[in-house]
């Protein structure tokens, strides 16, 4: 049983456009949530997160936005640049420390 | 420089015999953790330690070994490898109150 999913195992948008990377949970004892930026051949990079007690958190471009009632949080990364092109990860901890990977969306901007 | 390092990068071995993945990070973090990645199956966590003498299992524990002597050192054993845990394995750490973890650069196992 998937607890994260990230339903779009791609994504293509315009250079200079709004990025909106989406992710799912089924887990509402999950309490933090968090995003991750991986390059290929690279170890994953922390992006953003947000504690299950707010709805919104911002951090230059990037914005996080949680939906407790849908269990829905998403990425918007605007505007979107080429170097932003990767594979971006939703993830997930609840109190028992463990900590669950959605399988990642791939984001190409174009130019 | 806040890193976490992992050793080695790359392995080839094969079925049967025992080997030893090491991760090292210089933050003095709390939580470390191991997971592989896999094609169509994102990151998925093996094992996960909370504090030094402290590991959990994660979702894919089976076949794997982990101890924590020290906080800096979280190294990853696999008794009698199998070509299923040919994977590419990231070590992270972070505080353990914002779980904001740094990866390791990878090791890519393959196991014949």
């Known amino acids: 049983d998937q607890q994260v999913k990230q339903n779009s195992p791609s994504l293509s948008v315009q250079e200079g456009r709004i990025s909106i990377l989406n992710c799912d949970y089924t887990?509402?004892?999950?309490?933090?949530f968090l995003w991750y930026k991986k390059y290929p051949a690279e170890g994953p990079t922390f992006l953003i997160s947000?504690?299950?007690?707010?709805d919104k958190n911002e951090d230059g471009r990037f914005t996080v936005f949680l939906n407790k009632s849908a269990k829905h949080l998403s990425l918007h990364i605007v505007p979107s640049q080429p170097g932003d092109s990767a594979v971006y990860f939703c993830?997930?901890?609840?109190?028992?420390?463990?900590?669950?990977f959605g399988k990642g969306t791939r984001l190409h901007i174009l130019p | 420089e806040a890193q976490v390092t992992q050793n080695p990068r790359y392995l080839i071995t094969v079925t049967g015999k025992k080997l030893t993945v090491t991760c090292s990070q210089n933050?003095?973090?709390?939580?470390m953790s191991w997971y592989r990645q896999d094609p169509g199956l994102g990151l998925r966590q093996i094992y996960y330690?909370?504090?030094?003498?402290?590991?959990d299992k994660g979702d894919v524990p089976e076949g794997y070994k982990v101890s924590r002597k020290e906080k800096r050192n979280f190294p990853l054993i696999l008794e009698s490898p199998s070509p299923n845990q040919t994977s590419l394995y990231f070590c992270?750490?972070?505080?353990?109150?914002?779980?904001?973890?740094?990866f390791g650069p990878g090791t890519r196992l393959t196991v014949t």
């Open positions: 992270a750490s972070s505080n353990r109150k914002t779980y904001e973890q740094y």
């Open positions: 887990n509402s004892m999950f309490d933090y």
């Open positions: 947000i504690s299950s007690i707010k």
């Open positions: 993830a997930a901890s609840a109190e028992d420390d463990k900590i669950i």
């Open positions: 933050m003095n973090h709390e939580y």
């Open positions: 330690s909370m504090n030094v003498e402290v590991t």
